[in-house]
């Protein structure tokens, strides 16, 4: 046990310089901590490190004109960039902490490469509002990790949340991690060659520890004990969202069901309840990242992308969204219909024969089981004609046999004139280049059900610029940082871009970290 002050032998179990709650985005606070020379703990509330991150199939970054984009030739701007986040996010979070979050992700990069356990790749993912002003239509702003082998983990290895799969479906984890779990596991190998920071799973914070005004350390539940820690410099709170607590989402407002969310199974919102209790304001609390969801036999309705055909319609059968939109746009859609009453969950993908019965999802993120399963929940229906397929899911023929009509002469066209499917890059990613307006003209037909999904809450503690909490007036809290989704999130209500999230998690940790580290010098 660390030595300490004799004032604190009664107080404290532990101490430590920096205590890092959460193991997704706040693994980049504690390495940063650590390599600065502070002593650090990183508690995780779960078995497995790497929370919702390791579940992101890419592990992107939303890094304008970093080091890796550099190197392979971009010709974008940082002011090209703050036009667009500013023109996506406008007043809605201050400028000054979307400046932070635009300007630093760069410097963040160039720290990371200065150490071999990081390697980065530049993987091309177009801007969410193709249409704002100096959109990267190209994706010349996302940096995703380059895969490793699971062994170069050292005492971390087997250790790395996910993939979904493995966790859903009780699939074998994968040797070579890729995405976010690749992300994770390049922090983690990298801190295994550090002597100066410890990793607990299976400790949640259940308590912050105030002194006078000023957060001095945590209560950890570490495997069912209490273990009270002080935390020298502060406490970085990075434990996710509370997209995992019913209850939390129902008091705040936040659309969509606990059930559906592909948040890490920790985020149940423990440290913003520590954190409120400590006087800590709060932010965008009804807010999450959204996206449709495929509803599978287990009744989870999980996010999908990568829609290579198909309309989705409501329960009147008519076509209501921009179906290859950005899942957060396409997401927020559905809500707002779903407000107004003009759509319903489930809602219906309704597709052709031409590709088989499976539905045009190239990216379901929880694989599809037998199809026959399906079938049998009543979640997927086929007929021979237009009106069946109606009477199957229960929507008007009339108008569902309209609906396909009108989007085949917009397909023959080649321009949607009703709610713009194509009309930006994005739309066209999966699609190569070439219209997604596909025509639905080969029987037998198919539906498939969806409902709303989510990637985690994005409400949380308001923070400045150095990522340190704020009460309801605006002073920092002294001792207490946050990050990630337990951070109000920098982009407000919108998704500007792929890799904003982890990007955001990771820079806001960081920070916290370097503040920590600048006290006492």
Known sequence: MPDFDAEFDLEFDLEFDVVVAGSGGGVAGAYTAAREGLSVLLVEATD??????AFSGGGGMWFPCNPVLQRAGTDDTIDDALTYFHAVVGERTPQELQDTYVRGGAGLIEYLEQDPAFE?????????????????????????????????????????????????????????????????????????????????????????????????????????????VRARRGVLLASGGFEQNAEMRARYGVPGDANDTMGGPGNTGRAHLAAMAAGADVDLMDQAWWSPGMTHPDGRSAFALWFTGGIFVNQDGRRFVNESAPYDRLGRDVIRQIEDGTATLPFWMIYDHRAGEIPPVGATNVSMVDPAQYRDAGLWHTSDTIAGLAEAIGVPAAELEATIERFNTLAASGVDEDFGRGAEPYDRIFTQGESPLVPIDTPPYHAAAFGLSDLGTKGGLRTDTCARVLTADGTPIPGLYAAGNTMAAVSGTTYPGGGNPIGASLLFSHFAALDMATQGR
Request: proline share 10%; with cysteine; glycine share 12%.
């Open 120 to 228: 980065f790749a530049v993987f091309p993912w177009p801007d969410y509002y193709g249409a704002a002003p100096k959109a990267r239509n190209d994706g010349y702003r996302h940096t995703v990790p380059v895969p490793v082998p699971d062994q170069e983990l050292g005492p971390y290895a087997g250790l790395v949340r996910g993939p979904l799969d493995t966790e859903r479906l009780g699939a074998p984890a994968p040797d070579l991690l890729v995405g976010g779990r690749a992300l994770i596991g390049r922090f983690l190998a990298a801190m295994a060659r550090l002597s100066n920071v410890d990793c607990w799973r299976n400790a949640p914070l259940d308590e912050l520890i105030v002194d006078d005004g000023r957060v001095v350390g945590a209560v950890i539940d570490r495997d069912g004990t209490p273990v009270r």
């Open 48 to 53: 497995k490190f790497g929370g919702t991150t």
